[in-house]
């Protein structure tokens, strides 16, 4: 079955750090992607990043980065630089190629400290 | 560009009547449609997904009668709660695709549902 396991609950860090929020998952597919969303208070939910299963090279997009290790299963994200904004829910999800379904980690929340 | 909305963003219902809420891809054609639910400090459950023009796929465990999903054109779909209880009360996310590079998945920003 797939599923996606985010370990950390909450997390915080201080302004201006690195941050890393761990993400594994299961599948037996071989074609899958995996994406990373950011959900501030309000509710929506924001697209960050994108790693294809057959991608040889860790997605970035600005601050973001992914570090993904296939043989591992694990897709964590990178911010760099946090800033206050970056408080927020995070959720990994990977999207099956098969079905064009998103299953959904249970969250990080993240509170970045001044 | 790839831009969803939802409508509306707050209702407030009585139990026992029903419910629409409207989702709309304001910029692009929508091949699928999902709808998601959300219980407090949780993760987003699949409720069912839409083509235009077929019946929706819903997920196990999910009431077809309770939680009507009509998926009219390209750009819309509605999800209608049926005779709402307060256990229905919840956060309603759509999300789109079928305009993204890698086929993501565009959310609305969801509409929040208090049945009293």
């Known amino acids: 079955a797939q599923k996606i396991t985010q370990t950390q609950p909450g997390m915080f860090v201080q302004e201006k750090e690195a941050v890393t929020l761990d993400c594994t998952y299961d599948?037996?597919?071989?074609?899958?992607?995996l994406f990373w969303y950011k959900q501030p208070s309000s509710g929506e939910m924001i697209f960050l990043i994108y790693?294809?299963?057959?991608?040889?090279q860790n997605a970035t997009e600005g601050r973001y980065s992914l570090n993904f290790q296939k043989a591992r299963k694990s897709a964590n994200l990178v911010i760099s630089a946090s800033q206050l904004g970056d408080s927020a829910m995070y959720f990994c999800a990977m999207l099956m190629d098969s079905s064009y379904k998103l299953i959904f980690g249970s969250g990080t929340r993240l509170l970045v400290r001044p | 560009g790839a831009v969803v909305s939802q409508h509306p963003s707050r209702v407030i219902c009585k139990s026992g009547t029903s419910v629409k809420i409207e989702c709309r891809s304001l910029d692009f054609q929508a091949t699928t449609m999902f709808w998601y639910r959300q219980f407090p400090k949780k993760s987003l459950m699949l409720m069912a997904t839409s083509n235009e023009g077929s019946k929706a796929t819903y997920e196990q465990g999910v009431e077809k009668d309770k939680f009507l999903i009509n998926h009219a054109s390209l750009t819309l779909s509605t999800l209608t709660v049926t005779s709402a209880h307060p256990e229905d009360s919840s956060f309603y996310i759509c999300?789109?695709?079928?305009?993204?590079?890698?086929?993501?998945?565009?959310f609305g920003p969801g509409t929040r549902l208090t049945v009293l």
């Open positions: 999300s789109a695709s079928g305009e993204g590079r890698y086929n993501e998945q565009f």
């Open positions: 790693q294809g299963s057959y991608d040889e």
């Open positions: 599948t037996s597919d071989q074609s899958y992607g």
